[in-house]
């Protein structure tokens, strides 16, 4: 005869509750993931908000998708090589009404759009810990781009630390 002691029964307790998170979590996941979209606004008052990503941070957990959005006409979302986690297969996507990236590993995820990057059209997602913000802006310093991209890539670093704080 199996003698349930009580410590056995809150363990058997326990995996049930895991697995009712489990099964919680798994429908979160299979709901509709967070979405950026790209925006041509021209009413903007000042230059760097006519192209934009909206939204142009966004913080996800390792594993996490997002859904790009609208990367119609001249809008694409691009991966920025000095930007990026290493092992991460790089990003191109253009002419789709939406296109979903998968962030695996922990870090920074630069992204640009081609035609507009150059007036400060990028984003960042930063996935778990994303590490070192002053290597990045290192990194950012070292791309072969106009000044305008580089300050809106080490403007969102600068809002990314103080979303951390
Ligand atoms: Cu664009």
């Known amino acids: ?19 009712a998170v489990c099964c919680c979590a798994g429908s979160a996941a299979a709901a509709r993931p967070r979405a ?4 041509t606004d021209t009413n903007a ?13 966004l913080l996800v957990s390792p594993g996490e998708e997002v859904a790009f959005l609208n ?7 691009h991966s920025v090589p000095q930007l990026w986690p290493d092992g991460m297969p790089p990003v191109g996507i253009s002419n789709q009404n939406e296109a979903r990236v998968t962030f695996r590993e922990e870090g920074f995820y630069g992204f640009r759009c081609r035609r507009h990057g150059q007036y400060g059209m990028v984003m ?21 781009a106009r000044a305008r991209e580089k300050q809106a890539f080490a403007d969102l670093i600068a809002r990314y630390e103080s979303l951390r704080a």
């Open 71 to 77: 990367s119609r006409g001249e809008h694409t979302v």
């Open 1 to 19: 005869m199996i003698n349930f002691t009580p410590r056995t029964l809150t363990r058997r307790r326990a995996i049930q509750t895991i697995t």
């Open 124 to 144: 960042l997602v930063v996935a778990g810990e994303a590490g070192d913000s002053k290597k990045a802006l290192a990194a950012i310093d070292q791309m072969r």
């Open 36 to 39: 950026v979209d790209q925006i």
């Open 45 to 57: 008052t000042a230059a760097t908000d006519m192209f934009r990503f909206e939204p142009n941070i």
